[in-house]
């Protein structure tokens, strides 16, 4: 890709989640609507970020949600965004912002007509949950772990230790679930 192509490219994400964000301002009216509000720092919203890609990998979530545009885009949103992160790219932060406006986005488009009587639309929108919440509220020096721990493999982003974690934040998506049916 040369650089003028990425320079439009650029600019059509920009002018398209601009677009998204401003009708996700126009269905949230009050400010702590954001599933990042309470977050302590930047830092614990790419944390929820890493956790949500690493428990929607392929052998995480097997489901046909995975072919769903929306949730595919999310995930490469991140994956670029974590790269970045872990890059100290300049792009970084803008990439941040779009993964969060599709975040945010998610409960929304889980709330679709042909996907809301999926079961794997609840059990992502539980995996959403948890990984927003628990990224939010667990204790500091967990948080420096894991987000130290992100790194490459085989020149792909991995989150090792949030893989080791998978069999407790699955028990905690398991709760969401059983809270969701109520």
């Known amino acids: 890709m040369t650089g003028q192509d990425r320079e439009d490219l650029k600019e059509r994400r920009k002018q398209m989640f601009s ?17 990042f509000y309470y977050h302590s720092s930047e830092d614990r919203i790419v944390l929820s970020h890493a956790m949500f890609w690493t428990m929607t990998q392929l052998q995480f979530f097997k489901s046909k949600m995975r072919k769903e545009k929306f949730f ?89 230790k949030i893989e080791q974690m998978m069999p407790q934040l699955m028990k905690m998506v398991e709760s969401e679930m059983e809270r969701m049916r109520r």
């Open 72 to 160: 595919v885009l999310l995930r490469q949103y991140e994956e670029e965004m974590l790269d970045a992160f872990l890059q100290d790219d300049d792009y970084f932060s803008e990439l941040l912002h779009y993964c969060n406006i599709l975040y945010e986005t998610l409960p929304t488009i889980l709330g679709a007509s042909h996907l809301r009587a999926e079961k794997d639309a609840r059990k992502l929108a539980a995996i959403a949950m948890v990984a927003a919440g628990y990224a939010g509220d667990m204790p500091e020096e967990l948080a420096n772990e894991l987000l130290d721990d992100i790194d490459y493999h085989f020149d792909k982003v991995k989150c090792r």
């Open 19 to 35: 677009d998204m964000e401003q009708k996700l301002k126009e269905m949230h009216t009050k400010e702590d609507d954001s599933l």
